[in-house]
């Protein structure tokens, strides 16, 4: 393996439904962070109720059915109802939280998602509601594929940049979710209710003294942004066919807010651009130090001694050091302007 | 204390018994004040006198511990809500009630544009539902036209389209008076709207409250400024440890054994 293959496997990975996932993820979360200044730091909880909503209605009601128009429409139905336990999830967080100050809205969202992954993840879920413990959930998604008019096996693209049929068919589902949501939410926020939305971000108490009802804004963004959060969720789950708890720990979080902070928060395209640098960096990173490991560039495998799995680690440290950078010369983000960023203009 | 209480002929608001305390200490404790429609009332007092906690509970900012408020009691037949404190602050808001605050609170990331146009009442474009469809344009665009006229009249026309981060500070204290106009307050209670403004500028604003009250916008202000509130001012509250001690006119004040022990100190 070469520099040029790492360089291709990280170019498929940076346009890849993961990549739009993230990004769709990155929408959600810079609605209620970006724009209406809510510090949730439990959106991986929204994107983990969108996947498990979803795969479990799956699970407890159509799964064996051999016949295909049995298991689309409850696929369907499985996804609506993903959907709607990341917004009954938003809501009931929402009415005992939003009162509250930032930095406490941030300790209650991250421990309330962490609560709920521990209890999907618990011998009591997968008695009691079919969340499958810490295996998770597999093969779900079957259906969507089986209805597929591209051949699953076919390789498509030029030379070595090439997507399998399945990967297509799910990619051809995720651009234009991404780029409608994109419009959706585009629309809000030019419109009277965004600019209500970004006073609350400026300072509520001019909102609230100017006759708006902040707390029902503050919760409308909460929940749209859960409902983006679980629809990206839902995409991540289909693309590996497969849930488990351990695709949604608090890091998750921690990514979709570096996707959004790299591509600028409060500009509603920096997520695609965060996603596509941040997936690009994170998978070239990861053969870029691997290849330095197997052929000893620099000597780091002769003098300081790095493994392969050690090099797995060694791309989170360089992205953490990137976004330290960033905020520290950049805080804009990549798509951001300078008056949005620091608090003098 | 309290029994210096003056009845008004036709007051826009009533406060009754209103109370705040923290702790041991007694904030606010009015027995009953009434301000007179259509008027300038200022409210004057030593630093701590409750001044500005007064203003929080009007507008719902504080909860007050016992006690009421009631705005248009007498309607005189026209449909105005009769309002008890004790409700949300934007609906005090909506009911005609507006405020600015002692420290000016402009929305930084906002141009003045934007700061006006938030201002506006009853938007059906700020309903989630119905922003999506672009039909609040028309009224978006009038409300534009009256924001147009309103930063006009108060020499920001200029600047409608920058951040308001980039605004003096006599700038921003004109952007929240011009704000809080957008609204068509029936009520507007301004908190300390001199502070930090220039000799001529606060001619100036003084000017544009008297406009203002002869348009029949009833003003209430917190001020220390003793020659302003001489100036501009029909009826004169003073306020000492949360209580008022006295009301008068403000010649009349000035000369209050009263005020002059509390507060002017002459």
């Known amino acids: ?345 | 204390m309290d029994d210096v209480f003056v009845k008004k002929s036709d007051p826009i608001l009533e406060a009754e018994g209103l109370k705040k305390q923290y702790g041991e200490l007694v904030a606010v404790n009015v027995n009953h004040l009434e301000i007179q429609r259509g008027q300038v009332t200022a409210i004057i007092g030593p630093n701590g006198a409750g001044k500005t906690t007064f203003f929080n509970l009007l507008t719902g900012f504080t909860r007050p511990n016992q006690g009421s408020w009631v705005l248009n009691k007498k309607s005189g037949g026209q449909n105005i809500p009769t309002l008890i404190g004790g409700l949300p602050t934007y609906q005090i808001a909506r009911a005609g009630m507006v405020r600015t605050f002692q420290v000016t609170k402009t929305l930084d990331r906002m141009t003045v544009m934007e700061n006006m146009l938030l201002s506006s009442q009853k938007q059906m474009g700020e309903k989630m539902l119905r922003s999506v469809w672009p039909n609040w344009k028309t009224q978006q665009y009038l409300d534009t036209q009256k924001a147009e006229e309103l930063l006009a009249r108060y020499g920001l026309k200029e600047m409608k389209n920058n951040y308001t981060s980039t605004l003096s500070g006599g700038q921003r204290k004109l952007l929240e008076i011009s704000r809080a106009l957008m609204a068509d307050p029936e009520l507007l209670l301004l908190d300390e709207p001199l502070a930090g403004v220039n000799p001529a500028l606060i001619e100036k604003i003084l000017g544009y409250m008297r406009d203002l009250a002869n348009q029949g916008v009833t003003i209430v202000f917190v001020e220390h400024n003793m020659d302003a509130v001489v100036d501009v001012s029909d009826w004169v509250v003073c306020l000492a440890e949360g209580s008022v001690i006295a009301e008068a006119e403000p010649k009349n004040l000035i000369n209050n054994q009263a005020v002059i022990d509390a507060y002017l100190g002459r």
């Not at chain 1, 993820?25 to 730091?41: E, I």
């Not at chain 1, 699970?59 to 016949?67: A, R």
């Not at chain 1, 049995?70 to 929402?94: E, K, N, S, T």
Request: hydrophobic share 50%; with cysteine; glycine share 12%.
């Open chain 1, 1 to 345: 393996m070469g520099v040029g293959e790492v360089t291709i496997n990280a170019l498929q990975a940076c346009v890849g439904v993961g990549a739009i996932a993230y990004a769709i993820s990155g929408v959600g979360l810079n609605l209620q962070f970006g724009f209406t200044g809510l510090l949730n730091l439990g959106h991986a909880g929204s994107m983990m109720m969108g996947a498990y909503g979803t795969a479990i209605f799956v699970e407890v009601t159509g799964f064996s059915d051999s016949n295909l128009w049995v298991r689309l429409p409850i696929l369907g139905a499985g996804v609506l109802i993903g959907i709607l336990a990341a917004d009954i999830m938003g809501f009931i967080l929402g009415l005992f939280t939003l009162k509250l100050r930032h930095e406490y809205l941030a300790i209650i969202t991250i421990a309330f998602a962490e609560i709920l992954r521990r209890v999907i993840r618990s011998k009591w879920g997968k008695e009691n509601l079919e969340t499958g413990g810490a295996n998770g959930i597999q093969n779900f998604a079957e259906a969507f594929y089986n209805i597929s008019p591209i051949p699953p096996n076919g390789h498509y693209g030029i030379g070595d940049f090439t997507f399998t049929g399945r990967q297509v068919w799910l990619f051809l589902w995720a651009l234009p979710t991404l780029i409608l949501i994109i419009l959706l939410i585009r629309t809000l926020l030019n419109s009277p209710w965004g600019r209500v939305i970004k006073a609350i971000r400026e300072d509520e108490e001019v909102a609230r003294s100017l006759g708006k009802n902040v707390f029902l804004y503050k919760l409308q963004s909460l929940c749209i942004g859960g409902t983006i959060g679980a629809i990206a969720g839902i995409l991540f789950a289909f693309e590996r066919q497969n849930v488990t708890p351990d695709d949604f720990e608090p890091e998750l979080t921690f990514y979709v807010y570096t996707i959004v902070i790299l591509g600028g928060t409060s500009k509603i395209w920096g997520s695609v651009v965060g996603s596509i640098v941040f997936w690009f960096s994170l998978i070239w990173l990861e053969g870029i130090v691997k290849l330095a490991i197997n052929e000893n560039w620099l000597w780091v495998a002769s003098v300081l001694k790095l493994n392969n799995a050690q090099g797995g680690v060694i791309r989170f440290i360089l992205v953490g050091l990137t976004l330290i950078l960033l905020l520290a010369f950049r805080p804009e983000g990549i798509l951001g302007k300078k008056e949005g960023a620091t608090a003098n203009g």
